[in-house]
């Protein structure tokens, strides 16, 4: 997804990507083990447009991912849908001891340097920030039985109720007023 600057017009440019499964494959190549897998091309759709040298970048992306619930530990199919947006300026030549105070401003942009802007990482990151933090198969999900193991979503267990910690057996009768 790279981009030489003089091929990006005034009235903008707008680009269609699609990428495989296994795209962010060597970005997590670290990972022995992920809590998710994307099953769906990753589609992407981007909007650049120039202002004097800072780039505009809208994206939007759809993908499939099949994730692992942090519930019931069943696997289920989510559909991921994200727009961003960033500006890209061109890199200053900052003293690197210099400390500067980040504004929102700062939060919505980065730097490229050279002629040519390289918008795969951008991408990549989205698809990743996309992800939920806490993968849930349904809302109502039940879980697992803390004592037997097994799903509630599907059976009944016949564990009684585990006893109270002794040491918040005191708060059994704490009453706010």
Request: hydrophobic share 35%.
């Amino acid at each position: 997804m790279k981009f030489r600057l003089e091929d990006i017009p005034e009235e903008g440019l707008e680009a269609n990507f699609s990428e495989a499964e296994d795209w962010l494959d060597e970005r997590l190549r670290v990972e022995e083990k992920r809590l998710f897998r994307i099953i769906d091309p990753i589609r992407v759709h981007l909007r650049l447009s120039k202002s004097g040298s800072m780039i505009h970048v809208k994206s939007r992306l759809e993908t499939g991912v099949e994730l692992v619930c942090a519930r019931c530990l069943e696997p289920f199919s989510l559909g991921l849908n994200s727009e961003f947006n960033v500006v890209l300026k061109p890199k200053p030549d900052f003293p690197p001891a210099q400390e500067r105070e980040l504004n929102r401003e700062d939060l919505e942009s980065d730097f490229y340097e050279g002629e040519e802007i390289d918008l795969t990482s951008f991408v990549q990151d989205q698809v990743l920030l996309t992800l939920p933090q806490k993968a849930v198969c349904r809302e109502e999900c039940h879980g697992l039985c803390p004592h037997c193991g097994k799903n509630l979503n599907r059976e009944v267990c016949q564990c009684p109720n585990a006893p109270l910690d002794p040491r918040f057996q005191v708060l059994k009768n704490f009453k706010v007023q």
